[in-house]
């Protein structure tokens, strides 16, 4: 897979006036990693969007600052916990001979027989895992495919999941990626129903001085 491109220009604007720059349209940055200094950059937001759409933790990126070239990774983004608007990126220059770590997305595919055929629920766990390799080696994604929970009580566990060549997992083999559940729901329903009677029997008010065989709401005088 070719890696996916995105340039850049150094940036000068710091501080509080980076918000006249998100105004123009340019997103701040910031490259830190293998033999450069932090350097502070800038980059068009909706070239910048349209990078994130594709590219997670484990892509490696062709990041191009005038006449240089850096194989990077994306290592933070924050958005405005509002808006949702894009705020700053990190990006981490690697060195492609030396091994890193990196968190590669789970992508569930298909559909679990045991949710068509037996009506079962399907509950997810982990979303991510994380991993160690030379960046030319990772993943940008490990597709999980559900057909292989055929009954229930079936599950994928992070040591069935394949990342690759030469690419060692960091997350404990034992993790839950997906589980296959019986419904439950309306014998709980019914369950919730039954403890509600029992309780509005228990909590009926006593009543004092009521004689044989009068019925509620009587009254004994005359």
Known sequence: MENMKIEASPREVIGKQVKTLRQSGLIPAVLYGQGVESTAIQMDGRELEKLLTQAGGSTLIDLSIGKDNHKVLLRAVQRDPITLDLIHVDFLKVAMDVTIRAYVPIELVGEAPA????????????????VEALPSDLVDRISVDLEVLQGMDDSITVG???????????TDSEEVV???MYQVIEEEEEEVVEEIDEALAAAEPEIIGREEGEEPGESTEE
């Open 160 to 170: 069935d999941l394949f990342p690759g060549k030469n690419v060692t997992v960091l």
């Open 115 to 130: 949710v068509k055929d037996l009506g079962g629920v399907l509950v997810t766990g982990l979303s991510e895992i994380e």
């Open 178 to 180: 997906a589980h296959m």
